[in-house]
């Protein structure tokens, strides 16, 4: 069955108002797209804006609050779309101050296949480093060469493996994990690093993220792959004592691939929790921003093995 995608134009404060009126009229499922949603998400993670595109910034910005639904593309959908724009008419009618917005819809069609699908057609199996061949578990790979599988389904969280600081991380991985070697994952995502340092013999203890359904993510994909990535541990460990001290110390290895600014303001508690001679590789760093993390990890006692980098991102390699 096909599907018909129902958009209704509001404002924050109609939210409310057109969510009753879905659910007065049997739909009970709808995306909710919150343009004051994106204007805290930027309030509240100023630090982490290395990731944020000024394109979407200024796309997100003039985006109106709306719910989408789906409808069955059939009669009876027909039927109760019809009931909806009534019930929308109806509904502005009442709105005396404007308040609610434009109480519009736009309809586009959805097919089955794409409802499936959707972005899911675009992530195909590719290798990376010298070791690895990253596939989502809807893939399948007839030869490997060689190379050892790593199963990553991202869900919501950053973390294909397609990303340049994900593979310039993973190839640093490589180069550094001897097995037995306990480790910390700072912002892990969907969990691809450490899952990446623990199939090449690593003890990864923790996995730490702000966000709580990267945890989630992270420890379903480590299931897919037979792998243990510790305890995860949620909050920013930058801007929460307790949540520092609850890391705990002794890693041999840290992996971070968050943003220059959190890498620089946690470089001291990075070399506070590794263990003498450990090793710390970050990235998320933008190449015009790699002297100042280097300064930053000097600072806090870091000696800086090594500095790759590819086009507009680079990483580091720093050891105790």
Same mark, same amino acid.
């Given at each position: 069955m096909?599907?018909?995608e129902v958009t209704i134009y509001t404002t924050t404060a109609g939210i409310g108002p057109v969510e009753a009126l879905l659910e007065d009229h049997g739909v009970e499922g709808y995306v909710l797209e919150d343009a004051a949603d994106f204007e805290e998400f930027l309030k509240d993670t100023e630090i982490y804006w290395d990731? !944020?595109? *000024?394109?979407? !910034?200024? *796309?997100k910005r003039a985006q109106e609050t709306c719910l989408k639904i789906y409808l069955p593309d059939s009669e009876e959908g027909a039927k109760q779309y019809a009931a909806l724009r009534t019930a929308l008419e109806n509904l502005k009618a009442r709105d005396d101050t404007h308040a609610w917005g434009r109480l519009c819809t736009e309809t586009a069609l959805t097919r089955q296949e794409d409802w499936e699908w959707g972005w899911k057609q675009y992530f195909k199996p590719f290798p990376v480093g010298r070791r690895f061949l990253i596939k989502p578990s809807w893939e399948t790979v007839e030869d490997v060469q060689g190379r050892q599988i790593l *199963? =990553?389904?991202p869900a919501s969280s950053f973390g294909t493996g397609s990303h340049d600081t994900t593979q310039l991380c993973? $190839? $640093?991985l490589e180069e550094a994990v001897h097995p037995g070697d306990s480790l910390l994952d700072m912002g892990t995502g969907s969990g691809i690093l450490a899952i990446a340092a623990a199939m090449l013999g690593a003890e990864v203890r923790t996995i730490v993220d702000i966000d709580e359904n990267c945890l989630k993510t992270a420890q379903e994909n480590a299931e897919k792959n037979h792998v243990?990535?510790?305890r995860g541990l949620c909050g920013d460990a930058l801007r929460d004592p307790a949540l520092a001290e609850e890391i705990g110390g002794g890693y041999n290895i840290i992996v971070a691939n968050i943003v220059a600014d959190v890498i620089i303001g946690m470089a001291p508690m990075f070399a506070d929790k590794l263990v003498s001679g450990g090793t710390l590789i970050c990235s998320g760093i933008l190449n015009e921003r790699a002297d100042e993390v280097r300064a930053a990890l000097t600072d806090a006692g870091f000696? !800086?093995?090594n500095h790759a980098h590819s086009e507009d991102w680079s $990483?580091? =390699?720093a050891c105790l």
């Open positions: 096909d599907w018909k990731y !944020v595109d *000024e394109d979407l !910034v200024r *796309e *199963e =990553i389904d993973m $190839a $640093a243990s990535v510790g000696t !800086v093995e $990483a580091f =390699i």
